[in-house]
């Protein structure tokens, strides 16, 4: 018997044993996203459960964030792995500027994503027709720590109105946008996302409400005088949203996951992989990841360096880089 008690007790300490390695081999890696309104929160999740269940001994995580400029410091900071991010914020943070002058931040690139739509958003009957109209109004132009702020505040300039002079203006999420205008508390958002966003689609299907989507595609030569080409033409489709009864002339720019300077070749490549052969995964929870191409993968689409693991991934595919 206690012959039996002692192999017992040596099978379970090994068993033990086994489990610990196995959680210590464990890596826990965290993604930023941004609010639960916009479109990164959700692609985020299923990244994050994409990962999890396909990647041997990684746990990933989606954080809850206020978009592309707090991802961007959460990596520099060490406290996320990858980050959601559109093209012009990320290119900020590499090179120290605008909302990163306390330091810049070694990005590199995964994969370039989708195109992120601008939205200028207001209702019938606060009296905005166009981008002018939004002189003297109550104006949100996105959540603190969002790339929504970033682009807003270039597109407001181009529009040769002054963000803090010519508006009351409001930092909401899309959401809290969204909340706001429905309760007449503002009279037009700005908010950069993909396409549909359920905000944006739960305020157009509001009883009593008719949303108007307000042109500004105009603005983006001048943006791109100053930003080095970042911008481009693009249109909110009619019918896009609903009540939405013409198309919506806007400006874009890309999106792209990035990760920080220390992630290995063989992770980087082993993700960037996984994305591409699981992409129906992520188009059954949004339909913008049907972006996710190896087409898409060329340097104009990014300002910021590739990851070569990544890189090596892509090219092996066929793009042009």
Same mark, same amino acid.
């Given at each position: 018997?206690?012959?039996?008690?002692?192999?017992?007790?040596?099978?379970?300490?090994?068993?033990?044993?086994?489990?610990?390695?196995?959680?210590?081999?464990?890596?826990?890696?965290?993604?930023?996203?941004?609010?639960?309104?916009?479109?990164?929160?959700?692609?985020?999740?299923?990244?994050?459960?994409?990962?999890?269940?396909?990647?041997?001994?990684?746990?990933?995580?989606?954080?809850?964030?206020?978009?592309?400029?707090?991802?961007?410091?959460?990596?520099?900071?060490?406290?996320?792995?990858?980050?959601?991010?559109?093209?012009?914020?990320?290119?900020?943070?590499?090179?120290?500027?605008?909302?990163?002058?306390?330091?810049?931040?070694?990005?590199?690139?995964?994969?370039?994503?989708?195109?992120?739509?601008?939205?200028?958003?207001?209702?019938?009957?606060?009296?905005?027709?166009?981008?002018?109209?939004?002189?003297?109004?109550?104006?949100?132009?996105?959540?603190?720590?969002?790339?929504?702020?970033?682009?807003?505040?270039?597109?407001?300039?181009?529009?040769?109105?002054?963000?803090?002079?010519?508006?009351?203006?409001?930092?909401?999420?899309?959401?809290?946008?969204?909340?706001?205008?429905?309760?007449?508390?503002?009279?037009?958002?700005?908010?950069?996302?993909?396409?549909?966003?359920?905000? =944006?689609?739960?305020? +157009? $299907?509001?009883?009593? %409400?008719?949303?108007?989507?307000?042109?500004? #595609?105009? @603005?983006?030569?001048?943006?791109?005088?100053?930003?080095?080409?970042?911008?481009?033409?693009?249109?909110?489709?009619?019918?896009?949203?609903?009540?939405?009864?013409?198309?919506?002339?806007?400006?874009?720019?890309?999106?792209?996951?990035?990760?920080?300077?220390?992630?290995?070749?063989?992770?980087?490549?082993?993700?960037?992989?996984?994305?591409?052969?699981?992409?129906?995964?992520?188009?059954? =929870?949004?339909?913008? +990841? $049907?972006?996710?191409? %190896?087409?898409?993968?060329?340097?104009?689409? #990014?300002? @910021?360096?590739?990851?070569?693991?990544?890189?090596?991934?892509?090219?092996?595919?066929?793009?042009?880089?």
């Amino acid at each position: 018997m206690k012959r039996g008690f002692k192999i017992a007790l040596a099978a379970m300490t090994a068993a033990a044993l086994a489990a610990g390695v196995a959680q210590a081999q464990m890596k826990t890696i965290a993604i930023g996203t941004g609010g639960t309104g916009g479109v990164y929160y959700p692609i985020g999740g299923a990244l994050a459960n994409l990962l999890s269940k396909n990647m041997p001994n990684m746990q990933a995580t989606a954080q809850v964030t206020g978009g592309s400029v707090d991802n961007l410091k959460l990596i520099g900071s060490g406290q996320s792995e990858i980050g959601f991010s559109m093209a012009d914020a990320a290119v900020d943070a590499l090179n120290g500027e605008d909302k990163f002058k306390s330091g810049k931040v070694p990005l590199r690139t995964l994969m370039v994503l989708y195109p992120n739509i601008m939205h200028v958003v207001s209702i019938e009957g606060t009296g905005v027709e166009k981008m002018a109209d939004l002189k003297g109004k109550r104006v949100s132009t996105g959540a603190p720590g969002s790339a929504t702020e970033v682009m807003a505040f270039r597109v407001i300039e181009a529009a040769g109105l002054d963000k803090d002079k010519d508006m009351k203006r409001e930092r909401l999420s899309v959401a809290e946008s969204v909340n706001a205008l429905k309760d007449r508390k503002i009279d037009a958002f700005f908010w950069v996302g993909g396409l549909p966003t359920a905000g =944006v689609t739960d305020l +157009a $299907a509001t009883p009593g %409400v008719k949303i108007k989507m307000i042109d500004h #595609t105009e @603005v983006v030569a001048k943006m791109n005088a100053k930003y080095n080409n970042l911008y481009s033409p693009a249109v909110i489709k009619a019918g896009t949203y609903p009540g939405q009864d013409k198309d919506n002339q806007v400006s874009a720019v890309w999106n792209i996951l990035v990760t920080g300077d220390k992630m290995s070749d063989q992770e980087a490549y082993d993700i960037v992989k996984l994305i591409v052969d699981k992409k129906a995964d992520l188009v059954a =929870v949004h339909q913008d +990841a $049907a972006s996710f191409s %190896v087409e898409n993968q060329i340097v104009a689409n #990014t300002p @910021v360096p590739w990851h070569p693991g990544a890189a090596k991934f892509f090219k092996e595919r066929g793009a042009k880089m």
